[in-house]
């Protein structure tokens, strides 16, 4: 879609101020029923879109992101304007200068119309608000868009926005693109400055673009990775070109498929679509591997208590409010003030074997295909969810499946792969670190042949 747009420019079919007045209507006529922003940016964005149009017509061409309006998640500062971080505690907040990520996608020419909503602070999968509301899902307004970058997937989903930042400190990218339909990419951890991007995870947090396709992914990754001497968790390790193109092709990729955990307790439609994906993959010239990943329980179980400490360290300082939370953040906040250091410090000792032994993977498979979501989108308030017969609690068998990947630190995509029961299903495609290249042209060959 980016590509699109950006060539519709180039030949004078459209202009950025066009585009960016188009984004805007749309997120005009779809808020009522979504609530998929906190803050609309009308005025800044048009400004913004005329100077593009200057730099357009003088010569000036600051890449495919040139005049295309994005939006990001109201978790990422974004200079002058309110971060809420989907939390009243933050009103009042203006940042006095942008996320490290801003700064790269406005460099890149990017408009940025207006923040997403969230689930509040980002500790949670619903985006069902407390303060600012439920955001809802585009496919179907009863059911949660997923979290906690709720609204940034709703926003592509809607086709406002072809591409929305968001975060992902446990799911919280991909989770939203598979109950949404779109592409939701988690980077390596430190590929992407977190660098003014409120933390909720220090050591789990991950910064990310939820899209239309994947090519817009690539583009995206393109504009904000690399390292940030500001932000020592950024890696060195040079930054490639991102995108697919055109002869991206599954012959000859391994690809592991899963004999236990990750499907297992999956809703029959959607293990359907994950088969699908593989016949289509495997039509495709890919290989096939059979792979045991026996320690997603131990990832999961260690991912939970380091995220439970570094959440309650993160907004400690804000727990003396506590009438300014909700219930369910406010819960998971106080069962973080009762981890033990002792406990924080062998999980972090646990984690660091995990990933050592995890990397045995990456020696018979260059990624894996899983489900992102056992389910699709439970409906709005939903507390339990039916996964193959059997009620789960929807936090916890929502985050299954992808809460793990960000212990380990290790990049995966989110791919639409058709409809079970009417909504979408997601594929998750895991590589090994530093590998987003591969794994987008994978995501963009698989793509065309799911379309075809």
């Not at 307004?141 to 592509?156: D, H, L, N, Q």
């Not at 439970?308 to 727990?319: K, R, V």
């Amino acid at each position: 879609m980016i590509g699109q747009m950006a060539k519709s420019l180039r030949t004078g079919e459209a202009t950025c101020t066009q585009l960016t007045a188009t984004a805007l209507e749309r997120l005009a006529a779809n808020e009522p029923r979504l609530n998929a922003f906190i803050c609309v940016l009308d005025e800044p964005a048009r400004r913004r879109a005329a100077q593009l149009d200057s730099e357009l017509a003088s010569g000036l061409d600051r890449g495919p992101l040139h005049g295309i309006p994005i939006a990001i998640k109201d978790l990422i500062h974004l200079r002058g304007e309110r971060t809420t971080a989907g939390s009243r505690l933050f009103d009042d907040f203006r940042a006095s200068e942008s996320a490290e990520v801003v700064d790269r996608l406005e460099s890149a020419g990017a408009v940025i119309i207006g923040k997403t909503g969230l689930h509040e602070i980002a500790y949670g999968i619903t985006s069902n608000n407390p303060h600012f509301g439920a955001v809802r899902n585009p496919r179907d307004t009863t059911r949660i868009p997923g979290g906690s970058s709720g609204g940034s997937g709703a926003a592509v989903a809607a086709g406002i926005v072809p591409v929305a930042l968001g975060t992902d400190t446990g799911g919280s990218i991909r989770i939203p693109a598979s109950f949404c339909g779109c592409v939701g990419l988690k980077p390596t951890y430190g590929r992407v400055s977190k660098r003014g991007v409120l933390p909720l995870g220090f050591s789990l947090d991950h910064i990310g673009p939820l899209s239309a396709t994947v090519d817009d992914a690539a583009i995206t990754l393109n504009a904000i990775a690399g390292h940030d001497s500001l932000d020592p968790t950024t890696s060195r390790r040079p930054v490639e070109d991102y995108r697919p193109g055109d002869s991206a092709s599954l012959q000859g990729v391994r690809i592991g498929r899963p004999t236990t955990f990750y499907m297992e307790r999956v809703a029959p439609g959607v293990r359907a679509r994950i088969d699908a994906a593989f016949e289509a993959a495997a039509q495709s010239g890919a290989q096939i591997i059979p792979i045991e990943t026996t320690e997603v329980e131990e990832w999961n179980a260690v991912a939970r208590v380091v995220l439970l400490a570094e959440a309650a360290a993160a907004l400690g300082p804000y727990l003396q409010y506590r009438e300014g939370f909700g219930p369910d953040v406010l819960a998971l906040l106080d069962q973080g003030r009762l981890v033990p250091a002792t406990m924080y410090i062998q999980a972090q000792q646990l984690r660091t074997q995990l990933v050592d032994r995890a990397r045995t993977l990456w020696r018979h498979v260059d990624c894996l295909f899983t489900p992102t979501t056992p389910t699709i989108a439970p409906e709005i308030g939903a507390v339990e969810i039916d996964v193959g017969g059997v009620n789960e609690d929807v936090r916890l068998a929502t985050t299954r499946l992808v809460r793990g990947i960000n212990l380990l630190g290790l990049p995966a995509i989110s791919l639409p792969c058709g409809d079970a029961g009417g909504l979408p299903a997601g594929l998750q495609i895991i590589g090994p670190p530093f590998s987003e290249k591969r794994l987008l042209e994978v995501a963009s060959a698989l793509e065309r042949a799911i379309v075809a």
